[in-house]
């Protein structure tokens, strides 16, 4: 079974630039997750998908961060304009969707961001 | 106070020794996930446990559901387990009932390093 893919792995952008990551979840997995994991701590959520269907965005800067998932199958998470805050790595999951809530979660290798 | 506590925030521990990982938490849960996470890596389940203790080669993790704690140990530590180890905890949405994924509260993860 591939994993999720998700690119480029690295990018290193100036403040005020806008970036975007792309994220190919496991094939039949109807939820997608971006985390952001600043060096040092753990990941935090940004955004839930539920097939196309955001169900949790709470933590998403929404002046400068969007994501979306038009199709129901990939996504992308794009920054605009960056900060130099932002440089973290931003990390795709995702699970299959179960009544039980026992899915098993698969994350990305992750795509690590310099804002310089 | 965060609601995923882990300790300690950093070991280093001679190849061979017993490595023993905490994580305490402060809410509800359904069930708690070790993770593991090599320097410019992804993240990798190790384990996800709702009760009691499981077992994969030299890794063990068990959980306390009263006590609201879980630790996860290592047997005969080998220098290729130096890693950041992440607690995450998978809370019930309040706002989603009887089916839907379950929102993951990360801890800020433990590193070990295992010198040989």
């Known amino acids: 079974e591939a994993g999720v893919a998700q690119s480029p792995r690295y990018k290193i952008i100036e403040k005020r630039q806008s970036v975007a990551f792309w994220c190919n979840p496991i094939?039949?997995?109807?939820?997608l997750y971006w985390y952001q994991q600043i060096l040092g701590q753990g990941p935090k959520l940004l955004i839930q998908?539920?097939?196309?269907?955001?169900?949790?965005d709470s933590q998403l800067p929404k002046d400068r961060f969007s994501a979306e998932r038009l199709k129901g199958v990939d996504s992308t998470l794009k920054i605009q304009p960056a900060k130099l805050e932002d440089s973290a790595v931003y990390l795709c999951?995702?699970?299959?969707?179960?009544?039980?809530?026992?899915?098993?979660?698969?994350f990305g290798a992750g795509s690590r961001l310099t804002v310089l | 106070k965060n609601e995923v506590e882990q300790s300690p925030q950093n070991l280093t521990a001679q190849e061979g020794e017993f490595i023993t990982i905490n994580c305490s938490y402060s809410v509800g849960i359904s069930a708690l996930h070790w993770l593991q996470q090599h320097p410019g890596g992804g993240i990798v389940s190790l384990f996800m446990?709702?009760?009691g203790k499981k077992k994969h080669g030299r890794l063990i993790a068990t959980i306390n559901i009263q006590e609201k704690h879980s630790s996860l140990h290592i047997t005969a530590s080998h220098p290729r387990d130096s890693a950041v180890y992440i607690c995450?905890?998978?809370?019930?949405?309040?706002?989603?009932?009887?089916?839907?994924?379950?929102?993951?509260?990360f801890g800020t993860g433990t590193r070990l390093t295992i010198i040989p």
């Open positions: 999951a995702s699970s299959p969707w179960t009544v039980s809530g026992a899915n098993v979660l698969t």
């Open positions: 995450a905890v998978k809370r019930k949405r309040a706002n989603i009932s009887n089916f839907g994924n379950e929102k993951l509260t």
């Open positions: 446990l709702s009760s």
């Open positions: 998908f539920q097939n196309n269907g955001v169900v949790d």
């Open positions: 094939s039949g997995h109807a939820t």
